[in-house]
């Protein structure tokens, strides 16, 4: 029986052998066992920084069919890594209330394959790049939006096949070394914005063959932009980004004159850097279709000798703002060819009005013009000549006349600013009920008037309406309903509106912010306010109500609470009428409210506390030093007594915290608190407090950076704390009209950040200690009428003051023609001139002494012997 070679099993073994990469005995299920086991380490990780791993992690072996992985139809090994968002959780949160994911990039050697990896916005913290140094197949590599602590490693330049390179958001700094991107000749798009990158730009950069996208935007480069005439750069490029940096130097588009392809330039936010556009009988290669020199020292003539601009006919943005310009409204943008879709000359002095318009602008969606001399009326037809215009501002300017109903028919309308002008008759009644998508209207500080809305009762604005500063009249509706977003915000103040306030019959259940401030508003706080559920910010101050305020209102979560210049009155007690843990801002100054105010412990979260100008009573209890976020303290004009607690001092008013982790400050700018518009509001209007004699108004944020204390005219008695000195951050004190005795603490010569210091009309005593004269911030100084005695000092700060600040103290006098109170510099501060203080001068009487006493007895015992 003769025997025969099985050849079609042979044959078939055979291909099997060469399949590439087959590896049967780790592969058995289409999935790499090391791969499989780092994908559940990534998902471990996930876990245990209470992320949520993709659901299909884990179900079956074969890595390669989960969610977010794929895998080369080659090689079966893992080729993308799609992990853009993958962690999303807000239970746990750092003292900046951040939430991050821990994350080792080693586990990244187990994918020899991998050439698209997308980590970006995870919020993820990295150890070290060395798990990323050896995919050196690696096309897209995007962190953007993690924490990277550190600089850019050189050996970053191993990723040869490198093509895109997101790295924005996420906190690196240092120099860029030139040669870590040499070796990257595969780099079509390299983005680094937003980060805190500093030193030069290299030149490198622009020498990158493939180089199409380059964004340096947001960082601390400095220097100049290595282009010039000569330069030899990448005839690729298409956009480049090197916006708000410190950039210096002349930058001229002649130098780009061989780039066919570019199509964005942004250098704005750098303030020293001189831009050339305008160059006679040169006509650029590129037609741009982005260009924003916003912030720039920009070549004046662009708008009033526009030789470049009117080369460029695929402009879709155009931002010059910020740059001083002047001539008129550059109305020759508006070409019936014109591609324009964004438009900003906002904050610079051009003229003229904002018409004629002649041909419709089908393109344009946005047009910002805020801060100029734009005069005339809107344009009548403003709906045909914008039909599809979406962001108007034309904000702070001189345009008058009346607002045209035509506005309207712009069913696309979302943003609508309209605020500090000249605008005068009533507002179109369209505007607050029929347009379907508006989310903000601004006519603030205009001279428009009638009935408040029109004499309507529902709004079809989807977050704020802005009608504060203008004759607006009349009682408030009793019916009224919105339909605002989850923080509406509705701004009334400064009007001539009048009648009580009742809200029984209002549905604005989502209502964020409201204010009524500066009206004529009259009777008690109904208590149907209450109805407000979501209100985080009420303003009723200067207006004429009186009672007590409303029991129920401990149920609304305020974060500002202000009813100041009123005639509220009534005993107040803990949690009696708000939520004393959520409030941030509480005024209820100048009304007639009385009691004590120990109630005053359960505001923790007060930056700003005001009740000044009450008939409150009893003593300032150290209780109120638990207020560890205090920024702003008035007490003034109460009937307060006894002591101040000594512990004041040890509040921070202003001094920023401690104990906040360092990853946590590197990524501070990019993970912040929410922003709420209830805030935005009250930047420009702001608080006022009392200091340097007058009252102040102060905007702009203010509550970050200003910090007082105001707790004259009381009864406050005493000698004053030495420990106030500890105060070294605070800006204002006023501590005059009380009967505070004894000396002056010479600790408050720590208080280096103090403006103003009254300390005048009350019994002090004593020389005023020469150590103030260090407060070198020191503008206001004032200790009339006390008992102080000895000289003035004269250096320093002091050499400024005239004598009404010493008034009313017969014993102080001049120090005399050359020379001075204060002894020579060297000498130590005394703890506070109390008499418990360590005098070196003293220590140094009492030891001589008891030497020369030891030396004579021993000598006369000796005589005698």
């Known amino acids: 029986m003769s025997c025969s070679f099985p050849w079609g099993s042979f044959c078939f073994f055979l291909v099997v052998l060469c399949l590439p990469d087959s590896n049967i005995s780790t592969s058995s299920h289409g999935c790499f066992v090391e791969e499989r086991t780092a994908l559940m380490d990534i998902g471990s990780s996930l876990t245990r920084s209470n992320g949520t791993a993709p659901r299909s992690w884990g179900r079956g072996d074969d890595c390669c069919l989960w969610e977010r992985v794929n895998c080369s139809n080659i090689t079966g090994r893992v080729s993308h890594l799609y992990f853009s968002n993958l962690y999303d959780s ?140 000569s330069s030899n750069i990448t005839s690729a490029l298409k956009t480049f980004n090197f916006s708000m940096n410190n950039l210096s130097g002349e930058f001229s588009f002649f130098w780009l004159r061989n780039l066919t392809k570019l199509q964005k330039i942004d250098v704005s936010g750098n303030a020293n850097l001189v831009v050339a556009v305008n160059f006679p009988s040169w006509s650029p290669s590129f037609q741009l279709k982005v260009l924003v020199l916003s912030g720039c020292n920009l070549d004046k003539n662009i708008v009033r000798e526009p030789i470049f601009l009117r080369t460029q006919h695929q402009l879709e943005v155009l931002d010059l703002s910020n740059n001083s310009l002047s001539g008129s409204m550059p109305n020759w943008l508006f070409t019936e060819q014109a591609t324009l879709v964004y438009l900003n000359l906002g904050n610079n002095s051009l003229t003229g009005s904002l018409g004629p318009i002649w041909y419709p602008q089908m393109n344009l969606q946005a047009i910002s013009l805020p801060m100029n001399r734009i005069s005339g009326h809107l344009p009548a037809n403003i709906s045909s000549v914008f039909p599809n215009m979406s962001f108007l501002d034309v904000s702070s300017n001189t345009i008058s006349g009346e607002i045209p109903s035509s506005l309207c028919n712009i069913t696309r309308m979302e943003y609508l600013d309209l605020s500090n002008n000249s605008l005068s008759g009533e507002l179109p009644n369209c505007l607050l009920t029929e347009y379907p998508i508006l989310t903000t209207l601004k006519v603030s500080n205009n001279k428009l008037g009638g009935p408040i809305f029109g004499g309507t009762n529902h709004l079809s604005i989807k977050h704020a309406l802005y009608l504060d500063g203008n004759k607006f009249e009349g009682t408030l509706p009793r019916y009224l309903t919105a339909d605002f977003d989850a923080h509406g915000t509705l701004d009334l103040h400064d009007n001539n509106l009048s009648g009580k306030l009742d809200f029984s019959q209002w549905n604005l259940s989502t209502l964020c912010t409201l204010s009524l401030a500066g009206n004529s508003l009259i009777g008690e706080i109904h208590p149907s306010i209450c109805n407000l559920t979501r209100i985080m910010l009420l303003d009723l101050s200067h207006n004429n109500l009186s009672g007590a305020i409303p029991n129920c209102m401990t149920a609304l979560e305020l974060d500002f609470f202000i009813v100041s210049h009123n005639s509220l009155s009534g005993h107040i007690v803990p949690f009696s009428f708000f939520n004393s843990s959520t409030v941030m801002a509480l005024d209820l100054s100048h009304n007639q409210f009385n009691g004590n105010i120990e109630w005053v412990q359960y505001l923790g979260e007060s930056k700003y506390l005001s009740l000044g100008s009450n008939k409150f009573e009893g003593q300032i209890s150290p209780s109120l030093c638990q207020l560890q976020s205090l920024r702003i303290l ?93 105060l070294g951050h605070i800006k204002a004190l006023n501590l005059s009209y009380n009967f505070f005795a004894g000396p002056i603490p010479a600790t408050f010569a720590s208080m280096s950040s103090v403006e103003s210091l009254d300390l005048s009309h009350n019994k002090l005593s004593g020389a005023i200690p020469w150590q103030l004269t260090r407060l070198s911030s020191l503008s206001v100084f004032s200790v009339m009428y006390n008992n102080l005695s000895g000289c003035i000092p004269n250096s320093g700060q002091f050499g400024s003051f005239d004598m009404d600040s010493y008034q009313g103290n017969n014993l102080l006098h001049p120090a005399s023609e050359g020379s001075e109170c204060a002894p020579s510099s060297g000498h130590s501060l005394p703890d506070d001139g109390d008499g418990k203080g360590n005098d070196p001068i003293l220590y140094a009487v009492t030891a001589a002494s008891f030497v020369v006493t030891f030396w004579i007895t021993f000598a006369f015992t000796s005589f005698r012997m």
């Open 90 to 229: 807000n239970e746990v949160l750092d003292a900046l209330g951040h939430s991050f994911w821990r994350f080792d990039t080693t586990v990244f050697s187990s994918f020899p394959e991998l050439q698209f990896l997308d980590l970006s916005m995870n919020n993820a913290t990295f150890q070290s790049w060395d798990g990323l140094l050896g995919l050196t197949k690696l096309r897209y590599l995007k962190l953007n939006n993690n924490c990277l602590n550190g600089t850019i490693p050189a050996s970053i330049g191993k990723l040869v096949s490198l093509e895109v390179l997101h790295l924005q958001f996420t906190g690196v700094g240092g120099v860029l070394p030139s040669s870590v991107f040499e070796s990257l000749r595969n780099l079509r798009e390299l983005d680094l914005s937003s980060n805190r990158l500093n030193g030069s730009i290299p030149s490198s950069l622009f020498s990158l063959p493939r180089l199409e996208h380059l964004s340096l935007s947001q960082n601390l480069f400095e220097g100049s932009i290595p282009v010039t005439l």
């Open 634 to 726: 008035d007490f003034s004009h109460n009937s307060l007594s006894g002591p101040l607690p000594s512990c004041i001092g040890n509040l921070s008013f202003g001094q920023n915290p401690v104990g906040i982790p360092l990853w946590s400050l590197i990524c501070e700018n990019h993970f912040r608190y929410p922003i709420f518009d209830y805030i935005g509001c009250y930047e420009e209007r702001g608080f006022s407090f009392r200091t340097k004699g007058n009252i102040y108004i102060y905007k702009h944020n203010f509550i970050n950076w200003m910090s007082g204390i105001d707790l004259s005219a009381n009864m406050l008695s005493g000698q004053i704390p030495r420990e106030l000195g500890n």
